[in-house]
T-cell receptor, first 114, second 113 residues
Framework: DGGITQSPKYLFRKEGQNVTLSCEQN?????MYWYRQDPGQGLRLIYY???????QKGDIAEGYSVSREKKESFPLTVTSAQKNPTAFYLC?????????????FGSGTRLTVV | SQQGEEDPQALSIQEGENATMNCSYK?????LQWYRQNSGRGLVHLIL?????REKHSGRLRVTLDTSKKSSSLLITASRAADTASYFC?????????????FGTGTRLLVSP
């Protein structure tokens, strides 16, 4: 079945540590996105990528980094510069831009700072 | 940035009743989308309505769009316990020539048996 796989489901980070969240899709979608969701809140866009080897900052990119070396993969690194990383992270993909298409979401990674 | 605002923030109903959620947004859109999120899971796309459409149906879902009032509503008819979830509206927004979605804060729906 086609879809988006996020791993791990739960992740614990120590202070000052970088961690990488995985996002893989087999939908042949060009565009991919990373969102952050805090308890009781909506989704805020961290980074997005329209095509391979290209990505753009979203609304809250500080303290995060991404890469898009393959069409199927869009990993997110939460760096030590992100002061409040505890949140639920969601990866999504779409055929193209939001003008015509809905997004397909992964099941999320819950990151906790310990 | 442009964002939809859902109303109410929380809604509690009995099975069989209808549930209505509203979304207001600030600027012109090309389309508006509704998503469902079960607790601790990813979002699931429910329906997309374009700016030139006024109403759209999908199964027990009915979405309306009033661009003059910059508002949309999602109606779930004959609700079931399995409809318990958070519901988000999302609007498209331009950013460097590429349209992306901006999500509202959601309505938490509880359907009791």
């Amino acid at each position: 079945d086609g879809g988006i796989t996020q791993s791990p489901k739960y992740l614990f980070r120590k202070e000052g540590q970088n961690v990488t969240l995985s996002c893989e899709q087999n939908l042949n979608h060009d565009a991919m996105y990373w969102y952050r969701q805090d308890p009781g809140q909506g989704l805020r866009l961290i980074y997005y990528s329209q095509i391979v080897n290209d990505f753009q900052k979203g609304d809250i990119a500080e303290g995060y980094s991404v890469s898009r070396e393959k069409k199927e993969s869009f990993p997110l690194t939460v760096t030590s510069a992100q002061k409040n990383p505890t949140a639920f992270y969601l990866c999504a993909s779409s055929v193209g831009g939001a003008i015509n298409y809905g997004y397909t979401f992964g099941s999320g990674t819950r990151l906790t700072v310990v | 940035s442009q964002q939809g605002e859902e109303d109410p923030q929380a809604l509690s109903i009995q099975e069989g009743e209808n549930a209505t959620m509203n979304c207001s947004y600030k600027t012109s859109i090309n389309n508006l989308q509704w998503y469902r999120q079960n607790s601790g899971r990813g979002l699931v796309h429910l329906i997309l309505i374009r700016s030139n459409e006024r109403e759209k149906h999908s199964g027990r879902l009915r979405v309306t769009l009033d661009t003059s009032k910059k508002s949309s509503s999602l109606l779930i008819t004959a609700s079931r316990a399995a409809d318990t979830a958070s519901y988000f509206c999302a609007t498209d927004a331009w950013n460097t020539g590429f349209q992306k979605l901006v999500f509202g804060t959601g309505t938490r729906l509880l359907v009791s048996p």
